[in-house]
């Protein structure tokens, strides 16, 4: 993973995503999914762009597969906003970069 983004797992959920400080970005993906790689930049960009406000990281859903079973990620890839602990944005498929910034400064109040 590039530097700035987070690799999450079944294992670290509950520590870097649902007890984080700042707002969590999530990306759900998978190796074999062409539209998942097509988002790996734009994930990477978000990252870096907003280091310190957001935590931006990725969940490779065949390597960890309670986390999105439990969540009812039913397509990859989705990508979630979660504040305090809650899951407050969702959406599927691949979007616009800004689709992504707009759900990150309305959490982080910009």
Not at 25 to 31: E, I, K, M, R, S
Not at 58 to 75: A, E, Q
Not at 80 to 97: F, T, Y
């Amino acid at each position: 993973m590039s530097s700035g983004l987070k690799e999450f797992t079944d294992g670290n959920w509950q520590s870097e995503v649902l007890d984080s400080p700042i707002p969590v970005l999530v990306d759900f993906w998978a190796p074999w999914c062409g539209p998942c790689r097509t988002l790996t930049p734009v994930i990477e960009r978000l990252a870096a762009a907003y280091d310190g406000k957001v935590k931006v990281g990725k969940l490779n859903t065949d390597d960890n597969p309670m986390t999105p079973s439990d969540l009812r990620i039913t397509s990859i890839p989705t990508v979630l906003l979660v504040h305090q602990g809650r899951e407050v944005e969702r959406v599927s498929g691949v979007n616009r970069e800004n689709t992504y910034k707009e759900m990150l400064d309305r959490v982080i109040g910009y």
